[in-house]
């Protein structure tokens, strides 16, 4: 099952082809007019709530309920409207649809996650010999995990334009794939990771790699190249019970038409379940709650040979041809997730 968050109530939706069906309403139909139900709708809102976080919290019997309510609408219903006349469908193409995020929701972003990623960004100089994969791998995994937040009032939505902050003159695209929590839990244990993936979807970690209003404290750890207004995109949907595996999900990253990264989850340096134990240690992770598999190689950063020495903010600069500019359309991709499309617009200056 697809699930999108649309409209200005940021209802939750079913998409089925090119349509948007109403879970909670076409639910309360359903017990309506199949189970005979007296309260309908007190029903629909306790079982398949309306809000993607409530909705997650429910349980089996959400998703249960909503193929139920999906089955009754397109099928036995012998019309699309609601028991009090709402539109129960929508096409795709008439509504908003928003990044797919619960509200509450904690993003967690796995950084350096991709040792082919992480070997370009440490190496572009053409001078020496890079460090082999191994090499890299082996480093990574002795430093550990790190990472860092980004916020879901930032987000953008499928289709959403990413406002180029004033800030940068390298602004970078990250394709990724991203986890979706469906239960709370804290000390979890890798062995007990999977129980815990509710849901996937795609992300667009969206980089500042330059700050050219002057660098950050270095001891700062509020990552503001990772946060502005539009700095992560999600979606284009979230996708459950099509994914078998976390482990074996593969993405593309084009810009403007042209192939940029090619990935697959199975290739993170650490995977989702030590992620879940890492991030979970004295803290409770509450469902809802998404965790990203981090990039890989192909950003503009670990891809463009470096002009000079690393500036203030720590990292060199790079040849600005293949960074982010006003105009460009960058597209991540899964064949079962979707494509998660968003264009680069100028920030506005009135």
Excluded at 38 to 48: I, K, N
Excluded at 113 to 125: A, E, K, L, P, Y
Excluded at 180 to 203: E, N, S, V
Aim: proline share 5%.
């Amino acid at each position: 099952m697809k699930l999108v968050v649309y409209g200005s109530e940021r209802k939750l939706g079913a998409l089925q082809g090119d349509q948007v069906i109403d879970l909670n309403l076409a639910y309360a139909k359903y017990l309506k007019e199949s189970q005979n139900e007296p309260l309908p709708y007190e029903m629909a809102s306790a079982v398949v709530p309306a809000e993607l976080g409530d909705f997650i919290v429910s349980g089996p019997r959400a998703i249960e309920g909503a193929q139920k309510a999906v089955e009754h609408v397109t099928r036995r219903a012998s019309d699309q409207r609601g028991l009090r006349g709402e539109r129960l469908i929508e096409p795709q193409s008439d509504i908003k649809t928003h990044a797919p995020y619960a509200r509450r929701a904690r993003i967690m972003m796995a950084g350096g996650n991709f040792v082919i990623h992480s070997q370009g960004m440490g190496f572009r100089t053409g001078e020496g010999t890079p460090p082999s994969l191994d090499e890299v791998y082996k480093e990574s995994r002795k430093r550990g995990i790190w990472g860092f937040y980004c916020f879901t009032e930032n987000a953008a939505g499928p289709d959403e334009d990413v406002i180029y902050p004033a800030r940068t003159d390298r602004l970078d695209y990250e394709g990724e794939v991203a986890v979706i929590l469906g239960k709370a839990g804290k000390d979890i244990r890798p062995a007990d990771g999977k129980q815990y993936i509710w849901g996937f979807m795609l992300q667009n970690d969206i980089s500042a790699r330059t700050n050219i209003s002057g660098a950050d404290n270095r001891q700062s750890s509020f990552a503001r190249g990772k946060n502005f207004d539009t700095s992560v995109c999600g979606g284009p949907c979230v996708v459950i019970d099509e994914i078998p595996d976390c482990h074996n999900v593969t993405w593309e990253t084009r810009v403007n038409g042209e192939l940029r990264q090619t990935g697959n989850t199975k290739d993170m340096t650490f995977n989702f379940y030590e992620y879940l134990e890492y991030m979970s240690a004295d803290m409770m992770l509450r469902p809802g709650d998404v965790i990203s598999a981090g990039t890989t190689a192909g950003t503009a950063q670990d891809s463009s040979d470096i002009l000079e020495g690393p500036g203030d903010g720590g990292q060199p600069i790079r040849d600005p041809k293949r960074f982010l500019k006003p105009g460009d359309v960058v597209e991540i991709s899964n064949p079962i997730i979707g494509t998660l499309r968003n264009r680069i617009v100028a920030k506005s200056t009135t």
